[in-house]
């Protein structure tokens, strides 16, 4: 507080003593009959020239930087779409540092230039159509080449992968990654955010976990076991406040009642999933598998599928030049094909620490600048080696088998749910499947 | 001042203290009231711009500037805490980009010269008008409330994207913080409705005798553009914000869809975040040219005064103002390229996006021959109009590259985009702010402000904006996202990065406290120069257009006798024939006079 005091009082005297200053000044310049309205021609000669000084500054930094940085900072593309990218920036950075030099050069050397002198009569130029003509029409065309330019990458970047391109699922949530990778059959599991979630068979103690929310029959079990569980937690609990056992407030049982039914509601429409699936389906996730790092094979392309389980990300992979945000309840994607293994890379750069990255660009939260995953480019031997290593488990443990006879899969009586025997109500997890599914033939 | 002379216009004349400086219904007086708010919503958002600076520049570092300012709750033992950071960045874009520049620029600026320079004796409703001030007050009074909120203020990003805005549970500053955002937002854009459909109105039914709609100065056509963008499109703002309060409170799910946050599996399904990116860019595009019509259209009017030269073709400017806000309503998918949008849609994006470089280019040429052979007199105003023009094209040209949507894979929420928007949004309009208070600050108050306080002001701002925001550029392209608290995600990963971005950011850093330090001489010139400030003449400038026709000291109705006639455009400087280098638009065509 003292602190605050003594940097308050400072200030307070700082500013008595400028307007001293003011008024000294504004006296003697008063005397002398100047005015401020007067244009003093010292003065605005001096003004004149700081344009020019300016100028010169601002192109020299401008020079010395783009000697240092270049076109940016970072190492060029590691990528085959980043390269693309790269060169269309290149051309699109020369023209914009062109138009940059011009105008602003224009700009500064006229204010320079005629700066005002009372014996002279400002040209009358109101306008001139051919000159205004001109710049219409040269920056529609040079726009057009732009345009046209920038199609064409765009249409390349956001096509369809190869058929043969390798496809993983970037799961984002607060705050980190996890890619879970297609298998043998190159085909993603589904998944459903409802039955992302632990259960535990009372009677045998073991757990069942499902992070992704990966759709098997099994894990739907498991799921409707572990949603009874906790609907039977909570009713115990009013059970004992009922035999005042226990006494809760008001609004906390108000708020058990509607946990209760809003679970119930989740059981419900978990139930609807069976059937909806079946073997073949099922065994897309089986072979499916997730790591928390990152690796990709050099030169093969890879199709990423985003997904996020709470709030907006965006992979962002600086060294690749891509990016794509993940957008919860929806998939996105995008394609990467490698061209230089990180040892590669290490020496190119030659900074022998260097490591592909993965980053989150889009605010997720109070950790987002901590969001990450490491990326790793090897050969196809060391992909081999690595994909049974420690570091990647099953995306799904079905080995786990939940205990189907003892798992209470009635319906609740009311309100009748409205779609028993309709195909059309669910229509939303359907459209999910079909995307996330095996193809990547949907464009996104 | 004369009674008999305005009773056409009605108003009582009997002024009580409150009735003059406080619920005044006179155009002049909420003119000056909206600029004093602005200012001084301006110093508390570069003060916490500067305190997010310190962060960034030296990360984790004790500052004592930073306890002084947040205390032991936000900076305990002087470190910053992560969502304070990001409450500090949210709370300082809101602010600049609402309440200076939108709230702040028109407000002020639309206020003071409307009536002035159509020959109005006011608006057309002053109730509205005070209400319209009221209302701007009352929203940044809660914006400012916001930020001693327990939980801490809003801090998902002035663009409140949903999910991560709607649950408290995935960032503390989604809970009240977010509550007080969107209500002083609402009232904001109730203030801004007001204010706008009253510029619109005087402009089209107010204007005198002789002043058709082509000789309106440039201002006036910026302002009334700017305010039938307001119209058109703050009202999608309020649709969002009322869809986004109820996925908050209702349970809907407008926005939100298959979301487990905190642990707990969400029913809302159903909903798309994008869908408020859509609702909110279609509102936040056209918000950058409500920001920047009105500088545009200040330095227009300075630039030709002070280069005593008839700005060069008026009439293509006049068309390229109407082109860019047609334009501006069919671009704001450029800032979704990569959010999921079918990339279809994003190419024709790029299309229209580029489309409006056409008229910014003929602006900018325009000014540029303007300039060439006039006769240029370096006032405070003069020079800060030269800055905007540079600020305008250095701005203008990085968005070549935002637009393109291929590229924008590469810088989207980069450091490159805040370096863009910042210098053509941010600069251009703060400097256009800036030359309008030097130019009509004798309008306002009957004072000069000081020359050489302006003349410094205006050099050391120049080069601590160029210095900030040009590294800014490298910066993004050096691979830094925005909104991050700091860079060591690329300690082990790529040392290099890290190591050029900390360098520059400390650069930055050190420009922005300049710069903001020398903030304190134009604060210190305003202020001296209300109270104790040079006599202002009638004409200060010598200017043309029917403000500079009015009295030094101010009245109701504006003109004491009748309101002038106008008889020619306001750019007739150093036309040939005539004996002085200005005529005003209240001068009569000569015999065989040609209008320009
Ligand atoms: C004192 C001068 C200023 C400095 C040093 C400054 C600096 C910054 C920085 C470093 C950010 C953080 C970017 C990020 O992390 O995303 C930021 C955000 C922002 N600034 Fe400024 N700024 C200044 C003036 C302005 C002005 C005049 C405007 C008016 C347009 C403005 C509007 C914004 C906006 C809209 C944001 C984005 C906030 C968000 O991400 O939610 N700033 N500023
Ligand atoms: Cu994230
Ligand atoms: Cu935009």
Same mark, same amino acid.
């Given at each position: ?308 389980? @709470? ?134 | ?256 869809? @298959? ?338």
């Amino acid at each position: 507080m003292g602190m605050k005091f003594v940097v308050l009082v400072v200030i307070v005297l700082a500013v008595i003593a400028i307007a001293q200053i003011m008024r000294v000044y504004e006296l003697s310049s008063k005397i002398r009959g100047n005015k401020e309205e007067d244009i003093d021609l010292r003065v605005n000669n001096i003004n004149a020239s700081l344009m020019l000084i300016f100028l010169i500054i601002l192109f020299g930094s401008f020079f010395w930087m783009l000697a240092i940085y270049g076109n940016g900072t970072l190492p060029e593309p590691a990528s085959v779409l980043g390269e693309k990218i790269h060169w269309l920036f290149n051309i699109n950075w020369i023209i914009v540092i062109a138009i940059f030099l011009l105008c602003n050069g224009l700009l500064f050397i006229f204010a320079w230039k005629y700066s005002y002198h009372p014996d002279r009569k400002a040209h009358w130029f109101p306008h001139d159509n051919k000159l205004e003509m001109i710049w219409t029409v040269v920056p529609a065309a040079v726009l057009a080449v732009i345009i046209i330019l920038g199609l064409m990458t765009w249409n390349e970047v956001t096509g369809k992968p190869s058929d043969d391109a390798i496809v993983v699922e970037l799961y984002a949530k607060q705050f980190d990654w996890t890619a879970r990778y297609s298998g043998d059959d190159n085909k993603l599991g589904y998944a459903d955010y409802k039955l992302v979630g632990t259960a535990e068979d009372k009677n045998t103690g073991t757990t069942y976990n499902n992070p992704f929310g990966l759709i098997t029959d099994n894990s739907v079990h498991w799921r409707i076991l572990g949603l009874n569980n906790e609907i039977t937690e909570i009713e115990k609990n009013l059970r004992m406040e009922s035999n005042d056992s226990v006494a809760y407030s008001q609004a906390k049982l108000n708020k058990m009642n509607a946990k209760v039914e809003k679970l119930e509601r989740i059981r419900e429409r978990v139930l609807d999933m069976f059937g909806m699936f079946n073997d073949s389906i099922d065994a897309f996730a089986k072979d499916d598998f997730v790591t928390k790092e990152l690796f990709m094979v050099k030169d093969q392309e890879y199709f990423f599928v985003l997904r996020s389980q @709470d709030v907006l990300h965006s992979a962002y992979f600086p060294h690749f030049r891509a990016q794509m945000n993940c957008v919860p309840g929806q998939r996105t994607s995008l394609k990467i094909t490698p061209k230089y293994t990180t040892a590669e890379f290490r020496e190119k750069i030659g900074n022998p620490e260097f490591n592909y990255i993965l980053m989150c660009n889009k605010i997720c939260g109070v950790s987002h600048s901590n969001m990450k995953m490491a990326v790793i480019v090897g050969t196809q031997d060391e992909f081999e080696a690595w994909k049974v290593g420690p570091l990647s488990t099953p995306a799904i443990n079905d080995s786990i088998i939940a205990p189907i006879d003892d798992i209470d899969k009635e319906r609740m009586p009311w309100p009748e749910p409205a779609h028993h025997g309709d195909h059309d109500d669910s229509d939303h997890e359907a459209d999910d499947h079909a995307i996330e599914g095996d193809d990547h033939t949907e464009g996104h | 001042m004369s009674a008999a002379a305005h009773t056409d216009h009605g108003h009582h004349h009997k002024e009580s203290f409150i009735t003059k400086y406080i619920f005044s219904q006179d155009h002049k007086m909420i003119g000056k009231q909206f600029l004093v708010t602005a200012i001084f919503m301006a110093v508390v958002a570069v003060i916490l711009s500067v305190l997010f600076r310190i962060q960034l520049a030296w990360p984790g570092e004790s500052n004592s500037v930073l306890s002084f300012f947040l205390g032991d709750t936000w900076a305990p033992e002087g470190i910053l805490d992560r969502g304070m950071y990001l409450g500090l960045v949210t709370i300082h874009g809101t602010i600049m980009v609402f309440f200076v520049l939108t709230g702040g620029l028109s407000g002020t600026f639309s206020n003071l010269l409307i009536p002035l320079q159509c020959g109005a004796r006011d608006m057309a409703s002053g109730l509205l008008n005070m209400i319209s001030y009221w209302m701007f007050f009352l929203s940044s009074i809660l914006m400012l409330y916001s930020l001693f909120l327990e939980t801490g203020p809003a801090n998902a990003g002035w663009t409140i994207y949903p999910p991560l805005s709607v649950y408290e549970e995935a960032i503390p500053g989604s809970g009240s913080g977010m509550t007080v955002w969107l209500l002083s937002m609402t009232i904001f854009v109730a203030s801004s409705l007001l204010g706008s459909l009253n510029y619109i109105v005087t402009i089209i039914n107010l204007r005198t005798k002789g002043m058709k709609m082509t000789r309106l100065p440039l201002t006036i056509w910026a302002f009334f553009v700017t305010a039938v963008l307001g119209v058109l499109s703050f009202p999608v703002l309020v649709s969002a914000v009322v869809l986004m309060l109820m996925d908050r409170t209702l349970g809907t799910s407008f926005y939100v869809n @298959d979301t487990i946050i905190a642990g707990e599996v969400l029913e809302q399904s159903g909903g798309s975040p994008i869908l408020f990116e859509h609702l909110f860019w279609f509102l936040g595009h056209p918000e950058v040219y409500i920001v920047l019509l009105p500088a545009l259209g200040l330095t227009s009017e300075i630039v030709a005064t002070n280069a005593r030269k008839p700005i060069f073709g008026y009439r293509a400017m006049i068309g390229s103002i109407l082109a860019i806000g047609f334009l501006s309503f069919i671009v704001w998918g450029h800032h979704m390229f990569i959010s999921g949008m079918n990339p279809f849609l994003g190419g024709v994006f790029v299309f229209t996006t580029l489309l409006i470089a056409i008229p910014s280019a003929i602006k900018v040429f325009n000014y540029i021959t303007t300039l060439w052979k006039g006769n240029i007199k370096y006032t405070p105003a003069m020079l800060f109009s030269i800055g905007l023009v540079s600020s305008f094209i250095t701005g203008g040209v990085t968005g070549i590259i935002l637009a393109d949507s291929a590229l924008d894979i590469v810088v989207h929420d980069t450091y490159f985009v805040v370096a863009h928007f910042h210098v053509v949004m941010g600069l251009s309009a703060i400097f256009g702010m800036f030359a309008g208070v030097y130019h009509w600050f004798p309008k306002m108050y009957g004072k000069m402000m000081n020359a050489k306080l302006g003349m410094v002001h205006f050099w050391l701002t120049l080069v601590s904006a160029y210095g900030v925001f040009f590294p800014m550029h490298f910066v993004g392209i050096g691979g830094a996202p925005r909104r991050y608290y700091d860079y060591s995600v690329y300690e082990g990963f790529d040392s290099n990065q890290y190591e050029m971005i900390m360098d520059l950011n400390v650069v930055i850093s050190i420009f922005a406290i300049i710069g903001a330090l020398a903030q304190l001489i134009f604060l210190f010139n305003f202020f001296y120069s209300t109270f104790k400030g040079q006599k202002a003449p009638q004409n200060p400038w010598k200017g043309n257009s029917l403000e500079w026709t009015t009295p030094v000291e101010h009245i109701h109705g504006n003109w004491p006798g009748e309101i002038p006639e106008v008889h020619r455009w306001p750019y007739d400087y150093s036309k040939p024939g005539a004996a002085e280098d200005y005529i005003p638009q209240t001068v009569p065509l000569g015999p065989d006079e040609e209008e320009h």
